[in-house]
């Protein structure tokens, strides 16, 4: 199996445990933020981070001690230890005039080409995908928003695919929206955005995924299909619960499901995961990965509170979503 990802020598990384037979395993010191990271901030989680320079960079969702989250850039030379700029991140329009954002959460971060592109959920009448860009991480500009409300979970595909940037989406409402599937959209400019496509939806005979699902990390491709780690919701006695699992997509047309795994990769089981500002919370972000080794390294909240990592294999992933395929990979389930 090939995996089409740059090399990637110094991402951080920890051997599978001894005796651990499970296709992801946690960082032994996790969570790798603690509460107020910054003097702003209350918690950090839920963040995207990226190969930059000759380290890493990031946008860390921060809720501040109002509880309203806005993006603040990190940096790191390990992918481990963060430095956490104070400010939220600044942003310009396509003129260079300031572009107020009332609220900012949830954010991807991929670069394609030269730019880095990143999208977030941000407030326009309602919940939307913000998307902006920047080359430095230093400098941020302010695209339209890629949809109307309400709209949460956008993630860009890394690469164009027939000639267009591709984005998943999920549709929800106002509230914590009880219920959600996952779409795809295209667009030449990134701007422009339309011919959407349904790509899958909650699992009823999954009970972790039976309630919503949403994309998570920026795709991996592999010989395989591009790889979707995405997050699954069920609502129990006690409240939601968050794991995530995956699935495989075709190459050329993404709205494709191949494979789609009926058990999660991962699901709270951990102290940090369990207990915190919202319990029994495990979401994927984003994804590191590196194209020699098939080392994957998957940034995820945990309980609305920390971010924690999880090692693994692209490889053995793929094989664990082959093997333990469900026949409703994509179809809609009975409503």
């Not at 309203?68 to 942003?91: A, C, M, T």
Request: hydrophobic share 35%; aromatic share 14%; glycine share 8%.
């Amino acid at each position: 199996m090939k995996i089409y990802c740059e090399e990637l020598s110094n991402m951080p990384w920890e051997d599978r445990p001894k005796g651990h037979d499970g296709v992801l395993w946690r960082y032994s010191k996790n969570p790798i933020t603690k509460r107020n990271p910054i003097k702003k901030g209350a918690r950090v989680f839920n963040s995207a981070v990226v190969p930059f320079s000759e380290g890493f960079a990031g946008v860390f969702r921060v809720d501040h001690k109002n509880t309203r989250p806005f993006l603040h850039v990190g940096y790191s030379k390990d992918g481990i230890n963060w430095q956490i700029e104070e400010e939220p991140i600044q942003w310009f329009d396509q003129s260079g005039n300031p572009f107020p954002v009332g609220y900012a959460y949830d954010p991807r971060v991929v670069r394609i080409e030269d730019s880095y592109y990143v999208t977030f959920c941000t407030d326009d009448h309602g919940p939307t995908i913000g998307v902006g860009v920047t080359k430095d991480f230093k400098h941020f500009t302010r695209l339209p928003n890629a949809f109307v409300p309400c709209n949460r979970n956008g993630v860009l595909f890394p690469r164009k695919i027939n000639g267009k940037y591709v984005m998943l989406n999920r549709p929800s409402d106002m509230g914590h929206t009880p219920f959600g599937d996952i779409f795809l959209s295209e667009s030449f400019d990134m701007i422009h955005w339309g011919n959407h496509r349904w790509v899958m939806g909650r699992n009823n005979r999954n009970w972790w995924e039976n309630l919503k699902i949403g994309a998570g990390p920026v795709p991996i491709e592999t010989s395989e299909g591009w790889l979707l780690i995405y997050h699954g919701v069920t609502l129990t006695c006690n409240g939601y619960v968050y794991s995530f699992g995956a699935a495989l997509l075709d190459l050329e047309d993404p709205s494709k499901v191949l494979y789609r795994s009926k058990y999660y990769l991962l699901t709270p089981e951990e102290e940090y995961e369990v207990c915190g500002f919202v319990p029994n919370v495990v979401f994927p972000c984003a994804a590191l990965c590196d194209g020699k080794t098939g080392r994957i390294a998957i940034y995820y909240g945990a309980a609305d509170t920390y971010v924690a990592v999880a090692f693994g294999y692209v490889q053995e992933i793929v094989e664990f979503v082959k093997e333990n395929s469900d026949s409703n990979r994509g179809e809609e389930p009975c409503r």
